[in-house]
């Protein structure tokens, strides 16, 4: 038991003076800077994550399986633009209070 806590403190002492104990931002100055440096770091190696399974498996992916397909968001396009026609229909008077509700209503029936 001796020997394991006597191995623990030398592998310590020499930790502390090979200089790696701060690493990769050792000699950064401050402790608070060299904390925000690891912090930063960290979080650009989190964003580089994210950001390369985004290219792999999101919209368009190369990776991404077929049956994930993205032809929802062309459909949600089309009826917003067809509801924004709609709209400037009801604003130049060419609809009335009902009918412009109506068509809204007939148009997002399927949506949830």
């Known amino acids: 038991m001796f020997s394991l806590i006597s191995v623990a403190v030398q592998a ?3 930790a ?3 200089g790696w104990e701060g690493w990769p931002f050792s000699g950064v100055g401050s402790p608070w800077v060299a904390g925000a440096a690891r912090l930063l770091f960290v979080l650009l190696v ?9 290219l792999l498996f999101g919209p368009g992916g190369r990776l991404r399986p077929d049956e994930f397909g993205t032809g929802h968001i062309d459909e949600r396009k089309l009826k917003k633009t067809e509801a924004k026609v709609l709209r400037q229909r009801w604003k130049d008077g060419e609809l ?3 009918d412009y ?3 809204l209503k007939a148009l997002w029936k399927d949506d949830v």
């Open 101 to 103: 509700d109506a068509a």
């Open 46 to 54: 989190f964003v580089g994550i994210a950001w390369v399974l985004r």
């Open 96 to 98: 009335s209070d009902d």
């Open 12 to 14: 310590q002492g020499v």
């Open 16 to 18: 502390q003076r090979s």
